[in-house]
């Protein structure tokens, strides 16, 4: 609101033409909780929003503890962009310790999520799988949740949210057909890969590949040795061409089924994190290709 106010005021000095004192530049405060949605505020916002990002490129945001800098961050948010679907379990407590009183923007608010199955060995039975970001038509409606959560909370900036939302719409189509290009060049007895944790339900529904993972949807529980047995007997027994390595997660597992399995490790994926902005999953669309650009890679190459 003092926001509003201060933009208000240096609107009446410029029109008496008197010089805008410093506040007039000043940005709507906006917290994110991870570095995707991070990606799309910046994308929507663009130069109106200062941006304050959680957990970082890289981090786990599954299992996170807030510092006393996101306590203050959140403390003079005028608007926190969360995940929901449970995916960010700490974040409750740390509104409530830093007296934050912005209004929350839950981006996969009208998603459908996927269940997960009762009994998948992971204690995850009957919950909902909080990677809705891994399908690009589930990324158009964050950026929808998002562009109506920062109009409100800046209303003088809607058209150029909204013009900023519909330039990054059209890229966003793009991406979906260029996934769907590179999934069609895959032979569709070798559309099966192993991941660590089971970041890729999403992608798996939309694009037609089978992920399989010795743990479950949260990096919180260590996979079993009866888990990771499985897998290798899975592996070996499906032909599964290859196993990713994943940027937020320890490669040791992922290692050691490739070893004991024979399956080719290929690559690295980012799941829940983008990469640093000198890596190669700066973006979420950089992220998006590079991903898709290492599966195709590891699964329409003839056996290893
Ligand atoms: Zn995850």
Redesign the pocket.
């Known amino acids: 609101m003092l926001n509003r106010r201060l933009l208000f005021l240096s609107g009446l000095l410029a029109a008496i033409g008197l010089p805008l004192p410093a506040f007039a530049q000043e940005k709507l405060p906006v917290v994110a909780s991870f570095s995707i949605l991070s990606d799309f505020v910046r994308e929507v916002g663009g130069e109106r929003v200062a941006l304050t990002t959680l957990v970082g490129p890289d981090g786990?945001?599954?299992v996170y503890s807030p510092t006393p800098a996101d306590a203050k961050a959140m403390a003079a948010a005028e608007l926190v962009v969360v995940n929901g679907l449970k995916?960010e379990g700490w974040l409750t407590r740390l509104v409530k310790s830093s007296g934050s009183k912005a209004p929350l923007a839950t981006a996969t608010d009208g998603i459908v999520p996927l269940k997960l199955q009762a009994g998948d060995g992971h204690g995850h039975g009957g919950g909902e799988d909080?990677?809705a970001w891994q399908s690009v038509a589930n990324a158009k409606i964050y950026v929808a949740n998002i562009l109506r959560a920062l109009s409100a909370a800046d209303p003088a900036g809607k058209a150029s949210f909204e013009a900023n939302a519909a330039a990054y719409l059209a890229k966003l189509e793009a991406l979906e057909g260029e996934i769907k290009a590179a999934i069609a060049r895959i032979p569709a007895d070798r559309r099966k890969a192993i991941t660590s944790?089971?970041?890729f339900g999403y992608f798996a529904k939309a694009y037609g590949i089978a992920f399989i993972a010795p743990q479950g949807?949260?990096?919180e529980a260590e996979a079993s040795a009866r888990d990771v047995g499985r897998i290798i007997r899975q592996v070996k027994a499906q032909k599964v061409p290859a196993v990713f390595l994943e940027n937020?997660s320890n490669p040791r597992l992922i290692e050691q089924i490739a070893r004991e399995s024979g399956a080719r490790v290929g690559g690295r994926l980012y799941?829940?994190a983008l990469s640093g902005s000198e890596g190669p999953a700066g973006t979420y669309i950089a992220m998006m290709k590079h991903n898709i650009s290492q599966i195709e890679k590891a699964l329409a190459a003839g056996p290893a």
Do not use: G, K
Request: proline share 7%.
């Open positions: 786990d945001a599954h995916f909080p990677h944790h089971d970041a949807v949260s990096t937020i799941s829940d």
